[in-house]
């Protein structure tokens, strides 16, 4: 268990449809990065926040937009849903230092 | 831009040893990291690497050499679990402020 809880699990949902994916961090993490991984492919960087404030930006889409609460937690907000964005969305929390990011175990999204 | 290269797949034996090579062209460079992650699960965290030389951690080493901008992964005594894709991520300091970048991975399959 690395610490960093997503929810839901699994969403299925329509096109044109809006989702919010809900990220806690590990205890003591400021900072929260999402990221999109379609079937088969790599990571693609979404965005970073750092408590509460956006601090970098990835190719994310327009229809994507995200923030941080006061209580460290994270929502990535999607809307218009196309079938492209059918993907496994992570969050990842981290608190700066060398140890790496800790994922979540991710929300997979089939729009259809 | 911030690019990253790694082999897409690569085959090794069990009980052997393989290295998984990453080349990055990057700005603001501020770390790197390797993840595993198998089929369907969240990345894990597995080495960070920020100056010149080689982190050993148990049968897993990792290399770095900044002037190159070139990093390889080390795997000793591979077991069949060690099948998974491994991700080269570079940390990038800019004005936006800190993102991890991830390659696209490479898919080690370990054959008996």
């Known amino acids: 268990d690395s610490g960093v809880t997503q929810t839901p699990k699994h969403l299925i949902t329509a096109t044109g449809q809006r989702v919010t994916l809900r990220c806690s961090p590990r205890?003591?993490?400021?900072?929260v990065y999402w990221y999109q991984q379609s079937l088969d492919q790599g990571l693609q960087f979404l965005i970073h926040y750092y408590n509460g404030e956006e601090r970098a930006k990835g190719n994310i889409l327009e229809r994507f937009s995200a923030q941080q609460f006061p209580d460290l937690h994270s929502e990535l907000n999607l809307s218009s849903l196309e079938l492209g964005d059918s993907a496994l969305y992570f969050c990842a929390s981290t608190n700066g230092g060398a140890g790496g990011a800790f994922f979540g175990q991710g929300t997979r999204l089939t729009v259809v | 831009g911030q690019n990253i290269d790694q082999p897409t797949e690569m085959t090794a034996t069990e009980g052997a040893i393989v290295q998984i090579n990453c080349t990055y062209q990057?700005?603001?460079?501020?770390?790197l990291f390797w993840y595993q992650q198998h089929a369907g699960e969240a990345p894990t965290f597995l080495s960070y690497?920020?100056?010149?030389g080689l982190e050993e951690k148990g049968r897993f080493s990792s290399f770095l050499s900044r002037s190159k901008g070139y990093s390889y992964l080390l795997l000793k005594e591979l077991q069949m679990k060690d099948s998974a894709s491994y991700l080269c991520?570079?940390?990038?300091?800019?004005?936006?402020?800190?993102?991890?970048?991830f390659g696209a991975g490479t898919r080690l399959f370990v054959k008996a």
């Open positions: 205890s003591g993490d400021l900072s």
């Open positions: 990057t700005s603001g460079f501020n770390g």
């Open positions: 991520a570079v940390r990038v300091l800019n004005t936006g402020g800190f993102k991890t970048i």
């Open positions: 690497n920020v100056l010149d």
